[in-house]
Nanobody
Framework: QVQLVESGGGLVQAGGSLRLSCAARGTIFRANAMGWYRQAPGKQRELVARITSGGSTNYADSVKGRFTISRDNAKNTVYLQMNSLRPEDTAVYYC?????????WGQGTQVTVSS
C-alpha cells in the first residue's frame, strides 16, 4: 500500500552534484528508518546512507564526506545530497523505508556520472 516516490536522478559530470528525494505516499505511519541503496551492473546492492526517525545516520565509507542524508519526518520524505560525484557512483539508486509491518522499496532511479 505504501509507495515510495523517488526523484532527482540523472546524468551529471564528475565533480558535480545531484539531490535525490524519496517521499512515502499512501500512509500516515512514520518509517522507523529510511535510506538509500545502490546497485551497479554486475554488482550486489549496497547501502549508501541511512537515517533513523531520531536522526541517527550512517554512511558507506566510499561516500563519507561527499553525501549527506536528511529526513523530514512531517513529510515522510528522505533526501540524499550527493556532491563531488565520481564515475564509480554510477548506479541505480533505490529508496528504502523500514516500517513495523516490513520494508518497502522504491522503483529505483538511475544516476550516471560521466568522466
Amino acid at each position: 500500500q505504501v509507495q515510495l516516490v523517488e526523484s532527482g536522478g540523472g546524468l551529471v559530470q564528475a565533480g558535480g552534484s545531484l539531490r535525490l528525494s524519496c517521499a512515502a505516499r499512501g500512509t500516515i505511519f512514520r518509517a522507523n528508518a529510511m535510506g538509500w541503496y545502490r546497485q551497479a551492473p554486475g554488482k550486489q546492492r549496497e547501502l549508501v546512507a541511512r537515517i533513523t526517525s531520531g536522526g541517527s545516520t550512517n554512511y558507506a565509507d566510499s561516500v563519507k564526506g561527499r553525501f549527506t542524508i536528511s529526513r523530514d519526518n512531517a513529510k515522510n520524505t528522505v533526501y540524499l545530497q550527493m556532491n563531488s560525484l565520481r564515475p564509480e557512483d554510477t548506479a541505480v539508486y533505490y529508496c528504502n523505508a523500514d516500517y513495523t509491518s516490513g520494508s518497502r522499496w522504491g522503483q529505483g532511479t538511475q544516476v550516471t556520472v560521466s568522466s
